[in-house]
Every structure is written in structure tokens, then in C-alpha cells.
């Protein structure tokens, strides 16, 4: 929670030490750094949303109900799960160097794309989806219509002068996130 809240320039060993309950020594002795321990924490995060993503089962819908389950649980991911979104935001001021070193996180988006593709494709072949559509592109769109509003639900609340976290208005935005992706998609 200490990268999350702070990033990677601003946790101090000392604080993951004593939210961890652990002594400070244990830390350099299992990760070395502060910096591998970071890209521990920064490679967990990234594994989990895909282990959970391959819990949804989604090679068990028809495509449509598949992308719509998804978008879904994507940005119940993000609602569920803010750290992650600092984490990533953190990452990105790194220019992603830690997970550069990552193998695992690299086949398990690798493994994740192939998984974006079958939807696609069984939904070209249940005739619902137009053909040619990127599943890396798609995955970004995905990511980038919940991660953007949830990101940046600070100024855009006081921007749009809303609240952009009322319950209602992320009812809204999950609709229209799903609306979106599917227009985007669909024949």
C-alpha cells in the first residue's frame, strides 16, 4: 500500500517495514532493494487482474455476453481495487522499467490478448462483431475508458461539476463503458 499511496519515490523502506510488521533488514534481505521490491509489488498487481480475468470463464459465453462481462469486471477491478491504478500511474513515471524485466507479466498478457482475440473471433463467427479488430487495441480501449474516469475523478468531478464517484454516476458510466465497447465492435 506504501507504492500505492506514495510510489516508488516516496515509500520509505521504514514504512513498508512497519505496516508489514516485519524488520527492515528482512526486506533488503529477500528483495535487495527498494526498487525490486517495488517491481514484486508492481508484477503481483499486473498477474492478479489476469488470474482474475481468467476466472470469469468467458471462453463459456457467446462473444457479446463475453466482451460485456469483461468491460464489467474491468471497471469493477478498478473501482474495487485503487491501488492498482496508482501502481500503474507509478510504473508509468518509470517508464515502465520494472515491468520491462518481467517475463511472467509479459506471457500473462501475451496469454490475455489470445483470450481478447477468441472473443473476437467467435464473435465474427456468431456473425455479432466485424472482422479485423485489434485485440490490442481493444484491450487498451478498455482499459483506458474506466482507468481514465477513475484516474482522473478529482478534477473531473470539480471540471464537470459533478459528482463523478455518486453512485448513480458510475451506474451511468458502466452502462455507457459497455455501450461504447460494444458499438465499437458490433456489425
Known sequence: MEFATKGLSGARVDDIANVAKVNKRMIYHYFESKENLFKQVIEKAYLDIREAELKLNLEHLDAKSALETLVRFTWKYYLDNPEFIRLVNSEN??????????????????????????????????????????????????AA???YYLNNRFTGSIIFEQDLMDSEALDKRLEFNIETILKLVSR
Do not use: C, M, W
Open 145 to 147: 475508458i474506466g482507468y
Open 93 to 142: 513515471l518509470h517508464h515502465a522499467r520494472h515491468l520491462k524485466a518481467s517475463k511472467e507479466v509479459v506471457q500473462a498478457n501475451r496469454n490475455y490478448v489470445g483470450l481478447v482475440q477468441s472473443i473476437l473471433d467467435r464473435g465474427v463467427q456468431e456473425g455479432e462483431f466485424r472482422d479485423q479488430i485489434d485485440p490490442v487495441n481493444l484491450n487498451i480501449t478498455i
